[in-house]
């Protein structure tokens, strides 16, 4: 469902720069991470939307995720913005 709602979102963030952007900023409204992605790069963006009160959506692979985005690598985060 998150990945739909991605794929057909006018504005979206891909990668973890961009959507601590977006967070930082209140415009994200959805962030999927990847559950294969760096913990450590993750883990910024979780404690973020924790801060900023935006739901998180995991999915399986950063491979997944980047293809949901409409990019030909793997994404470790993405945002659905306002």
Excluded: N, W, Y
């Excluded at 006018?10 to 991470?33: C, N």
């Excluded at 404690?47 to 692979?61: A, D, H, N, R, Y």
């Amino acid at each position: 469902m998150a990945l739909k709602e991605l794929q057909d979102a006018r504005e979206k963030t891909v990668g973890i720069k961009q959507t601590v952007k977006a967070i930082k900023k209140g415009l994200a409204k959805t962030v999927l991470l990847a559950e294969d992605a760096d913990p450590h790069l993750t883990g910024t963006v979780k404690e973020l939307c924790q801060e900023f009160g935006v739901s998180i959506v995991t999915v399986p692979s950063m491979k997944e995720l980047g293809k949901a985005c409409g990019i030909k690598v793997g994404a470790a985060a993405a945002a659905v913005l306002e």
